[in-house]
């Protein structure tokens, strides 16, 4: 059973950084892409960053030019960087992967969420 386990949030200042990290483990062939969704209270999830396997990247225009998304492939293992954070950027944070399964099908599979305040 493929498993995402997501780790890094908290409660930053306006103007902070943080870097948030999710690692897939179990059942698992090849991932294909890996992401980051958020979803503030009382409002849909929407994508953050999404990272495929070859290494292209896709931002929300929100977040560009102050969250990175990176993997480490060896490890199964997304990461977002997150600078000059806003009140706004204010969410739960979701990791979701792409990726085959050890019986080579085709899956989708979410984190249960980490929590990103930012408050003064």
């Known amino acids: 059973q493929v498993q995402l386990v997501e780790s890094g949030g908290g409660l930053v200042q306006p103007g902070g950084s943080l870097r948030l990290s999710c690692a897939a483990s179990g059942g698992i062939f090849r991932i294909n892409s890996m992401g980051w969704y958020r979803q503030a209270p009382g409002k849909q999830r929407e994508l953050v960053a999404v990272?495929?396997?070859?290494?292209?990247?896709n931002y929300a225009d929100s977040v560009k030019s102050r969250f990175t998304i990176s993997r480490d492939g060896a490890k199964n293992t997304v990461y977002l960087q997150m600078n000059s954070l806003k009140p706004e950027d204010t969410a739960v944070y979701y990791c979701?992967?792409?990726?085959?399964?050890?019986?080579?099908?085709?899956?989708?599979?979410w984190g249960l969420g980490t929590q990103v305040t930012v408050s003064s």
């Open positions: 990272i495929a396997s070859g290494g292209s990247t």
């Open positions: 979701n992967a792409d990726l085959n399964d050890q019986y080579r099908l085709l899956r989708n599979y």
